[in-house]
């Protein structure tokens, strides 16, 4: 069965240095969507994209962070400068077809540490 | 935007015990609602979803029922076995986006 892969599974970064989180969604898939989850908490929205461009943002997704989708396989979210605050496991997913309901497919997450 | 609240936070039952968790959620127009279930430091995956124009579904032990009327929809897990302990998440969407409930920690005690 199909995955989505994320990479790396866990990210060390010093306070104030630029991130940049990797995931290769399902293939035929057309919505990609970027979660936090912090610790003990619960999974919360940051970002979807959609041909190419971001259909919907949370407001935890503030001008420190991008999404881009450079080439036809891989979707990254970038952190500018990131903060202690970003410690968190960040989940990517994807799902298929133009139906608002249908199933999203999670990766594995990175765990994202800041020092 | 939509607002889904879920409980209880944790429950704990006993091998062989159903489970219900119970989530509510705001927004009349939200049409799409899984549950995932996420085993500790690992990914959510989906182990059933209904969409709004069905009232009730089921998948060996496991059911989910949604009353669009009152916007709450429940997980119901039956015959629990130790491996159903995990944390499970309810989700409402309408559209691109998908809000997360805030999680169930469930506890099978063989």
């Known amino acids: 069965e199909p995955e989505v892969t994320q990479t790396p599974s866990h990210q060390v970064t010093q306070m104030g240095q630029e991130v940049i989180l990797r995931c290769v969604p399902i293939?035929?898939?057309?919505?990609f969507y970027w979660y936090r989850q912090i610790l003990g908490q619960k999974v919360e929205f940051l970002v979807s994209?959609?041909?190419?461009?971001?259909?919907?943002k949370s407001e935890i997704f503030d001008d420190q962070f991008s999404v881009e989708r450079p080439d036809g396989s891989n979707f990254t979210l970038k952190i500018r400068s990131t903060k202690l605050e970003d410690s968190a496991m960040y989940f990517c997913?994807?799902?298929?077809?133009?139906?608002?309901?249908?199933?999203?497919?999670f990766g594995d997450g990175t765990r994202l540490s800041i020092l | 935007g939509e607002n889904v609240e879920q409980h209880p936070s944790t429950l704990s039952v006993q091998e062989g015990d159903s489970a219900v968790i119970k989530c509510t959620y705001s927004d009349s127009a939200s049409n799409y609602f899984p549950w995932y279930k996420q085993e500790l430091g690992k990914r959510p995956q989906l182990i059933i979803d209904?969409?709004?124009?069905?009232g009730e579904k089921k998948d060996q032990r496991i059911a989910v029922t949604l009353n669009k009327t009152a916007k709450h929809f429940s997980l119901h897990i039956t015959e629990t076995q130790p491996e159903d302990s995990a944390v499970y998440f309810c989700?409402?969407?309408?559209?691109?986006?998908?809000?997360f409930g805030t999680g169930t920690s469930l506890t099978v005690i063989p």
């Open positions: 989700a409402a969407s309408k559209g691109n986006q998908f809000y």
């Open positions: 209904i969409r709004s124009n069905v």
């Open positions: 997913a994807s799902r298929a077809g133009s139906a608002g309901n249908q199933p999203q497919h």
């Open positions: 994209f959609y041909n190419n461009e971001i259909s919907e």
């Open positions: 293939s035929n898939h057309l919505y």
